[in-house]
């Protein structure tokens, strides 16, 4: 998609690392002006200087996406230093859970509904003014696998991942007739530190996540989630209104996951 972007604006959240990193790579080598956003400031900090160091424009804003105030800067940012907003990636996100439903904590509960599920309502409101000021737009929320297929131990994720894709066709309902798109993409096992980390905090091997995760025998590259994001953003896409594509390997295609006996012991 080189140049397609040419002259557009980007706001790629969670850009420290992973699939926001890519995302916001790819943009600019497409092109776009990117705004870089993440409260992990030095990984943030680095993927801008990425992009500037391979001829591209990016700087990053500091955002804490649970914080209205945040976000409503990291956009007005966009807005002040490139002059408007036309694409939007809310990609931050955060996998904590390890155990049952009833010996979650509620402050483990409250946390990930913050930064997985209030950020991408902050995100979507100050997201949607400047680009009704701006004409139209287009806007992705990175939702998962668990918006569709619950696994266990992460009951307050995959809560956080159905409530992503609520809004996001509610707010592609409301705001397609002002000219601006909103889906979201749904990735699999993605090889992100995310998902490493949750698999060190569970025990879990790569053999068996990939034996339940993935038809390929792999997992999923950030690059490829940049892709999907990018398509979506594009005008390639401009009958694509409210959709949740996935980047999956194949799993949903699966048959539903069954928690055996030994799973539910504590």
């Given at each position: 998609m080189g140049g397609t972007f040419a002259g557009k604006v980007a706001l790629v959240t969670g850009a420290a690392g992973g699939m926001g990193r890519r995302t916001a790579q790819a943009f600019a080598a497409a092109g776009a002006r990117v705004v870089a956003a993440d409260i992990a400031a030095e990984g943030g900090e680095l993927t801008a200087e990425a992009i500037r160091r391979d001829g591209g424009q990016a700087i990053f804003v500091r955002t804490d996406v649970s914080r209205a105030g945040d976000v409503e800067a990291a956009v007005r940012t966009a807005v002040e230093s490139f002059g408007g907003l036309d694409c939007a990636v809310n990609a931050a996100a955060i996998e904590t859970e390890t155990t049952l439903l009833a010996d979650c904590d509620e402050a483990t509960f409250d946390r990930l509904v913050?930064?997985?599920?209030?950020?991408?309502?902050?995100?979507?409101?100050?997201?949607?003014?400047?680009?009704?000021?701006?004409?139209?737009?287009?806007?992705?929320?990175?939702?998962?696998?668990?918006?569709?297929r619950?696994?266990?131990?992460?009951?307050?994720?995959?809560?956080?991942?159905?409530?992503?894709?609520?809004?996001?066709?509610?707010?592609?309902?409301?705001?397609?007739?002002?000219?601006?798109?909103?889906?979201?993409?749904?990735?699999?096992?993605?090889?992100?530190?995310?998902?490493?980390?949750?698999?060190?905090?569970?025990?879990?091997?790569?053999?068996?996540?990939?034996?339940?995760?993935?038809?390929?025998?792999?997992?999923?590259?950030?690059?490829?989630?940049?892709?999907?994001?990018?398509?979506?953003?594009?005008?390639?896409?401009a009958y694509t209104i409210g959709h949740v594509l996935a980047v999956d390997g194949g799993y949903l295609a699966r048959l539903a996951y069954i928690l055996s006996p030994s799973q539910v012991s504590r």
């Open positions: 913050a930064v997985n599920l209030k950020s991408v309502f902050l995100c979507l409101k100050y997201e949607i003014g400047a680009m009704l000021e701006r004409g139209g737009g287009a806007i992705v929320n990175i939702a998962s696998v668990n918006s569709f619950p696994l266990p131990r992460q009951a307050g994720y995959t809560a956080t991942k159905h409530g992503v894709i609520g809004l996001t066709k509610t707010a592609a309902i409301e705001y397609a007739g002002a000219g601006i798109r909103i889906n979201a993409v749904a990735p699999g096992a993605i090889d992100t530190p995310m998902l490493r980390g949750a698999m060190a905090a569970r025990g879990s091997s790569e053999e068996d996540v990939l034996a339940r995760l993935s038809l390929t025998g792999r997992f999923g590259r950030p690059a490829e989630i940049a892709s999907a994001v990018l398509w979506l953003c594009s005008e390639e896409s």
